[in-house]
């Protein structure tokens, strides 16, 4: 069983910071490519950053020098730290694991909400 936990979303203000949380309890999570997608309402769901089972990270234009994206292969955990945050940034954030080897598989979270406010 593969079933993401997001973690981390909050009401922030303009220009703060936060950072998320993904729990993948699953004995295999480092052979897993993981990411973080997001849906603003009204719009479609748009790929924020990615980190490969090689720890190769990559990022949508959008947040490309405001997020980092990380993972604890230890803790079975993925991180995305998002800095300058901008109403534009509100959305649902999603967590998705993917399958490294054999038939590829994609498992979703159930989401987490940010919100750019004042």
């Known amino acids: 069983q593969v079933q993401p936990v997001e973690s981390g979303g909050a009401l922030v203000q303009p220009g703060g910071s936060l950072t998320l949380s993904c729990l993948v309890d699953?004995?295999?999570?480092?052979?897993?490519?993981m990411a973080w997608y997001r849906q603003a309402p009204g719009k479609e769901r748009e790929l924020v950053a990615n980190?490969?089972?090689?720890?190769?990270?990559a990022y949508a234009d959008s947040v490309k020098d405001r997020c980092t994206i990380s993972r604890d292969n230890v803790a079975n955990l993925v991180y995305l730290s998002l800095k300058n945050l901008k109403p534009e940034d509100t959305a649902v954030y999603y967590c998705?694991?993917?399958?490294?080897?054999?038939?590829?598989?994609?498992?979703w979270g159930q989401g987490t909400q940010v919100t750019v406010s004042t």
């Open positions: 699953n004995r295999v999570f480092s052979t897993f490519h």
């Open positions: 998705q694991a993917k399958t490294s080897r054999g038939v590829e598989r994609e498992f």
């Open positions: 980190i490969t089972v090689h720890d190769f990270a």
